[in-house]
């Protein structure tokens, strides 16, 4: 049976309980829906049966893994490493990281399967800035992001890394990335859908071509470009 954060059993009386919440915060407004997403975080981050995604929850976030349990890494014992078609691979320190020029937005996280967030603060570094640190070989095609959650993969092309609102993100809302929002540290497009920012990011890597990463191996469009 999955488990929380501490231990204690996360079970189908408990989902079942919190989607008459979310039934409540459906009347209530935004305020409970957001309070009741932040509580069920820990529950969803380890819920393979998908009862949580019933929750109504309104435009706020949703938290998921796709390996259920994803054990935490803190600041500290943080690496990211950037290798593959490079003339220099590198491995950064969360205080390297933050040590590198910063870039801050305001944007609009979009879910593939309908749902957002409006008006996120997102900082961090520029995925280009660590590419051309890096500097990719002639044969570079696609840059594929990895987790270590130690299955979850995406790919991007050379070009759309680079774009301006790529970023490998150490700050949303003013504050360190928590483990739940896939900290800490993760990638966020503003361009793409959801799914092509990955969240506690490990490695990125320069690749000779633009292969599918997890859910574009299950039917998700290779670009994830946000329509419209």
């Not at 944007?107 to 660590?130: E, I, K, M, Q, S």
């Amino acid at each position: 049976m999955p488990t929380d954060a501490e231990g204690a059993p996360v079970g189908r009386r408990v989902v079942l309980g919190l989607l008459g919440l979310g039934a409540v915060g459906v009347v209530t407004g935004n305020r409970v829906q957001d309070g009741l997403s932040r509580a069920l975080a820990p529950i969803q981050l380890r819920d393979p049966t998908g009862l949580t995604s019933l929750v109504p929850l309104g435009s706020t976030w949703r938290y998921y893994s796709v390996t259920g349990s994803v054990p935490p890494r803190a600041r500290q014992d943080y690496r990211l490493a950037v290798t593959g078609l490079v003339g220099s691979e590198s491995t950064y320190s969360y205080a390297d990281l933050e040590a590198l020029p910063q870039t801050s937005f305001t944007d609009t996280f979009h879910c593939v399967t309908g749902w957002y967030v409006p008006d996120v603060p997102w900082a961090g570094v520029r995925v280009a800035d660590l590419l051309d640190r890096a500097a990719p070989s002639d044969g570079a095609v696609g840059v594929r992001f990895h987790s270590f959650d130690g299955t979850y993969t995406v790919n991007m092309t050379l070009e759309q890394a680079r774009a301006e609102d790529v970023l490998v993100v150490l700050r949303m809302y003013d504050e360190p990335v928590t483990h739940a929002h896939g900290g800490p540290v993760r990638i966020y497009s503003g361009s793409m859908y959801g799914y092509k920012g990955t969240k506690w990011l490990s490695g990125i890597e320069v690749t000779a071509d633009n292969r599918p990463g997890y859910w574009e191996d299950r039917g998700y469009p290779l670009d994830g470009i946000i329509d419209g």
